[in-house]
């Protein structure tokens, strides 16, 4: 048996985790993280989702069931700096961040792993839908959840072997209907509690109206322009728009008319018919691989470019400098500067990068 450590957000998915691994007879102890939150908006609201004292109390009470200890770590300042400073500063650049991912790889297992290996747990699980698989001899390798719908793997895609060594997914072969299954019969008072949708940092508003808050002064109105120069029309700012959008533009053309690019040195939105908006190649930069190094050669693949986008078959080209070449079988639209660019074959997580202008 084990000691572990469970990432408690006060949600059924962690719940029902620490409840499995202390049925395993593992010995637990529930760490929830203190993140930053805006101060906007009423009172009631101005706390983050992930961290709210309702949801600290929830996962409070889950370890008290389980008789395991219950902590509140504060890293409200990382969080700030590494994950929505960045978020922030990414979409003002024009591109398309996912806050989850930077969160996995530099909060979640990076902050609380640390701390949880520096208590001497042996491993830290969480409530993501993922499976681990542990050959001997080889490097651990991430998998697909069994529940396709709810897949995690992607947003834990920058995971490394350390990282991904001392870390325990319980809930990557069940569904959700099971994990809710599971909690109500585990007793657990929050098995119904829904699931928030919603960036966990924003307590007001849309991400876009959080972005005006943060940096009202690089959100300024702009031309909307055809691919070819055309003037069609005005923006109210490039944080409104995203490529591959075609309703909100406010324009008209003979034929619908998609954002392809947000050129951030002129201020300006360009659009342009469907067939301006597919890629069969692109770059990725920043790549990262799970196995610990890049494929010696060009490597069949499956590629994903949004959390529950479908997948898309093709070719990882490794580069130097830790660039890569993704080459796909068919054109794919509505591909944006610093998307995450998620690589399988099969159900196993190759790596991943940011894919480049």
């Known amino acids: 048996m084990a000691f572990v450590a469970v990432a408690m957000s006060g949600g059924v998915d962690s719940a029902v985790a620490a409840a499995l691994l202390a049925r395993e007879g593992h010995t637990v102890v529930g760490l929830t993280l203190r993140l930053w939150s805006e101060e906007h908006g009423p009172e009631a609201t101005r706390e983050n989702r992930c961290c709210s004292l309702e949801s600290i109390q929830d996962a409070r009470r889950v370890c008290d069931d389980l008789d395991a200890p219950h902590y509140v770590l504060n890293v409200e300042a990382r969080f700030k700096e590494q994950i929505v400073d960045s978020f922030v500063s990414e979409y003002v650049a024009g591109h398309t961040p996912n806050p989850c991912v930077r969160c996995n790889q530099y909060i979640k297992f990076d902050a609380l792993l640390s701390r949880a290996?520096?208590?001497?747990?042996?491993?830290?699980?969480?409530?993501?839908?993922?499976?681990?698989?542990?050959?001997?001899?080889?490097?651990?390798?991430?998998?697909?959840?069994?529940?396709?719908?709810?897949?995690?793997?992607?947003?834990?895609?920058?995971?490394?072997?350390?990282?991904?060594?001392?870390?325990?997914?319980?809930?990557?072969g069940y569904t959700k209907k099971e994990v809710r299954e599971l909690a109500r019969a585990f007793g657990i008072e929050i098995a119904a509690k829904p699931e928030s949708q919603e960036l966990c940092f924003v307590t007001s508003g849309t991400y876009r109206e959080f972005l005006r808050r943060q940096m009202p002064e690089k959100v300024t109105p702009g031309d909307i322009r055809h691919v070819d120069g055309r003037l069609l029309g005005r923006h109210t700012g490039l944080i409104d728009y995203t490529v591959g959008q075609r309703k909100g533009l406010g324009i008209a053309g003979p034929r619908p008319l998609f954002v392809t690019e947000m050129d951030v040195a002129t201020n300006t939105v360009v659009v342009g018919e469907v067939e301006y908006l597919e890629r069969q190649e692109f770059r990725a930069g920043n790549m990262h691989y799970t196995a610990g190094a890049a494929p010696a050669g060009p490597l069949p693949v499956t590629i994903?470019?949004?959390?529950?986008?479908?997948?898309?078959?093709?070719?990882?080209?490794?580069?130097?400098?830790?660039?890569?070449?993704?080459?796909l079988e068919r054109p794919l639209r509505g591909v944006a500067p610093g998307q995450a660019v998620v690589l399988y074959q099969g159900d196993a997580v190759v790596g991943a990068g940011d894919l480049a202008a």
């Open 304 to 327: 994903q470019v949004r959390a529950h986008a479908t997948e898309q078959a093709g070719l990882l080209e490794p580069l130097a400098a830790g660039a890569a070449r993704i080459r």
């Open 117 to 172: 290996l520096a208590l001497g747990v042996d491993y830290l699980a969480t409530g993501h839908y993922a499976r681990l698989e542990r050959p001997e001899g080889g490097p651990v390798r991430l998998l697909r959840a069994v529940d396709r719908p709810k897949d995690q793997s992607y947003a834990l895609c920058r995971l490394n072997q350390t990282q991904l060594r001392h870390s325990l997914f319980p809930l990557g």
